[in-house]
């Protein structure tokens, strides 16, 4: 891996070489599996309890939403390694050179928003633990995450690593505390079936919590060497990521059901409580946990700009000021929206099923059905390449897909006609991704028949 004098990653969205390449697949299971072995997780999982469902069926959405949503974010995992760049350059093959930007942007959008919401967690935390005033210990916290973005994909590698194993120790001692302290018997005996409607609703907010992770999973895969087993790399990341999802959202959603006052807001201290002892150790997990999350934000914000910059490699002091300023704005953010937290972080989410996942539909439709992961790298940094400067039909696919998708939005922002009809459920996400997998097939299969790019061979695959 290039790195400089000081250890910092020195590429950026440029295709790693071969001879740079290393790691093995299993380490994408420590990646996703502490990646949401965090506080942010266990809010989205009360959400299940905020919308109206009992907890057994609270339970069961989060179960079948994070175990269909992991399916899309994980079949990204086997880009990186095959084609050696970032997650969102990737679009330039569907969207053209520049008309990537328009994804990149909204993408952009969603990781700030992101950095968002955990740094407010993080804050909270931190001024728990520390008795600082929340805004300045959102700021603290987010300066400790800009250092551990601008040292790169191997220092996030390994505090995920560990954050995997010391966050799942302590979350089994809180768990524990979190079932043994409560009446969950007298919860667990439903009223009776939902309505579908709520429950879909329910069900959409698990998978689209996995669905947003698409735009950042080939990132970190994109040093694994070229012949790692494609479905190893898919089943590591999908396992690390429905397994740790599905734990913390269930505790949310027991917290919620049974301390819904003492939980309101997504209480840190509420969490914390649930441990017989060493609470101020129990602070240091949640927040490390937090800011190793949220590094993948930052990060994600970092290759981001530089893909809209058309920029190949930024050196250190650039880098590292790139991030330092994206950091101060998601800072700044969370300060202000710190007060509305939970309201305002169901909205989020679920607007941004609308934009992510069409994006998601196409690019996996294009690496799977259509391209068969052949693809010119050179021509993906070229505007004059292959790829052309803007796609208009496939902008013109995934613009149908939204507007297919509007009719179901259901949120505080608007709510669509046919919502009322299917009981206030929301299917938007299921049609986003039919609609744009299937319009985009066909339209380019036969544009792009015949097309080979032998550039990004296909070699035999060990069982890495």
Same mark, same amino acid.
């Given at each position: 891996?290039?790195?400089?004098?000081?250890?910092?990653?020195?590429?950026?969205?440029?295709?790693?070489?071969?001879?740079?390449?290393?790691?093995?697949?299993?380490?994408?299971?420590?990646?996703?599996?502490?990646?949401?072995?965090?506080?942010?997780?266990?809010?989205?999982?009360?959400?299940?309890?905020?919308?109206?469902?009992?907890?057994?069926?609270?339970?069961?959405?989060?179960?079948?939403?994070?175990?269909?949503?992991?399916?899309?974010?994980?079949?990204?995992?086997?880009?990186?390694?095959?084609?050696?760049?970032?997650?969102?350059?990737?679009?330039?093959?569907?969207?053209?050179?520049?008309?990537?930007?328009?994804?990149?942007?909204?993408?952009?959008?969603?990781?700030?928003?992101?950095?968002?919401?955990?740094?407010?967690?993080?804050?909270?935390?931190?001024?728990? *633990?520390?008795? +600082?005033?929340? $805004?300045? %210990?959102? !700021? &603290? =916290?987010? @300066? /400790?995450?800009?250092?551990?973005?601008?040292? #790169?994909?191997?220092?996030?590698?390994?505090?995920?690593? *560990?954050?995997? +194993?010391?966050? $799942?120790? %302590?979350? !089994? &001692? =809180?768990? @524990? /505390?979190?079932?043994?302290?409560?009446?969950? #018997?007298?919860?667990?005996?439903?009223?009776?079936?939902?309505?579908?409607?709520?429950?879909?609703?329910?069900?959409?907010?698990?998978?689209?919590?996995?669905?947003?992770?698409?735009?950042?999973?080939?990132?970190?895969?994109?040093?694994?060497?070229?012949?790692?087993?494609?479905?190893?790399?898919?089943?590591?990341?999908?396992?690390?990521?429905?397994?740790?999802?599905?734990?913390?959202?269930?505790?949310?959603?027991?917290?919620?059901?049974?301390?819904?006052?003492?939980?309101?807001?997504?209480?840190?201290?509420?969490?914390?409580?649930?441990?017989?002892?060493?609470?101020?150790?129990?602070?240091?997990?949640?927040?490390?946990?937090?800011?190793?999350?949220?590094?993948?934000?930052?990060?994600?914000?970092?290759?981001?700009?530089?893909?809209?910059?058309?920029?190949?490699?930024?050196?250190?002091?650039?880098?590292?000021?790139?991030?330092?300023?994206?950091?101060?704005?998601?800072?700044?953010?969370?300060?202000?929206?710190?007060?509305?937290?939970?309201?305002?972080?169901?909205?989020?989410?679920?607007?941004?099923?609308?934009?992510?996942?069409?994006?998601?539909?196409?690019?996996?439709?294009?690496?799977?059905?259509?391209?068969?992961?052949?693809?010119?790298?050179?021509?993906?940094?070229?505007?004059?390449?292959?790829?052309?400067?803007?796609?208009?039909?496939?902008?013109?696919?995934?613009?149908?897909?939204?507007?297919?998708?509007?009719?179901?939005?259901?949120?505080?922002?608007?709510?669509?006609?046919?919502?009322?009809?299917?009981?206030?459920?929301?299917?938007?996400?299921?049609?986003?991704?039919?609609?744009?997998?299937?319009?985009?097939?066909?339209?380019?299969?036969?544009?792009?028949?015949?097309?080979?790019?032998?550039?990004?061979?296909?070699?035999?695959?060990?069982?890495?």
């Amino acid at each position: 891996m290039l790195t400089d004098r000081y250890g910092v990653e020195a590429r950026s969205v440029e295709q790693v070489p071969d001879a740079e390449r290393y790691g093995r697949t299993r380490s994408l299971f420590t990646l996703w599996f502490g990646a949401n072995m965090q506080v942010t997780t266990i809010v989205a999982g009360a959400l299940a309890v905020v919308v109206g469902l009992d907890l057994p069926w609270a339970i069961l959405s989060i179960v079948v939403g994070n175990l269909v949503g992991a399916v899309f974010m994980a079949l990204h995992s086997a880009q990186g390694p095959v084609l050696g760049i970032p997650q969102m350059i990737q679009s330039r093959a569907q969207f053209g050179y520049y008309g990537a930007i328009v994804p990149i942007v909204l993408v952009l959008l969603m990781y700030l928003g992101y950095f968002a919401s955990s740094s407010v967690q993080g804050g909270q935390a931190l001024a728990s *633990w520390t008795g +600082l005033p929340v $805004a300045p %210990a959102i !700021a &603290v =916290l987010c @300066a /400790g995450v800009a250092a551990l973005a601008v040292w #790169g994909y191997r220092l996030i590698h390994i505090v995920q690593k *560990w954050v995997s +194993l010391v966050g $799942a120790l %302590a979350f !089994a &001692v =809180l768990t @524990a /505390g979190l079932l043994t302290g409560r009446p969950i #018997g007298e919860l667990w005996r439903s009223s009776g079936p939902p309505s579908a409607g709520t429950f879909l609703l329910a069900v959409s907010v698990a998978a689209t919590w996995q669905l947003t992770y698409a735009p950042y999973v080939a990132d970190y895969s994109r040093y694994l060497p070229r012949n790692v087993s494609r479905r190893a790399a898919f089943w590591y990341s999908y396992a690390g990521t429905s397994l740790a999802s599905i734990w913390m959202m269930a505790f949310g959603a027991v917290a919620a059901a049974t301390a819904a006052d003492a939980f309101a807001g997504g209480s840190i201290d509420f969490v914390i409580r649930q441990s017989p002892v060493a609470h101020p150790l129990f602070y240091l997990v949640v927040i490390v946990g937090i800011a190793a999350v949220n590094a993948l934000n930052l990060y994600g914000i970092f290759m981001s700009l530089t893909t809209i910059s058309g920029v190949r490699r930024l050196g250190t002091s650039v880098r590292a000021l790139v991030i330092t300023c994206a950091a101060a704005v998601g800072a700044l953010i969370a300060i202000v929206g710190k007060d509305d937290f939970l309201t305002n972080f169901l909205d989020f989410i679920l607007l941004l099923a609308y934009f992510l996942i069409p994006w998601s539909a196409i690019n996996l439709a294009d690496f799977y059905l259509v391209r068969r992961e052949r693809y010119d790298i050179g021509a993906i940094f070229d505007p004059d390449g292959m790829y052309g400067r803007v796609n208009g039909r496939v902008l013109a696919v995934y613009g149908v897909a939204v507007l297919v998708e509007v009719p179901f939005v259901n949120t505080a922002f608007y709510t669509g006609p046919m919502v009322a009809r299917l009981g206030d459920a929301d299917i938007s996400w299921i049609l986003g991704l039919a609609v744009a997998a299937v319009l985009y097939v066909l339209v380019t299969r036969r544009a792009e028949r015949g097309v080979q790019a032998p550039v990004v061979p296909r070699p035999e695959e060990s069982q890495a």
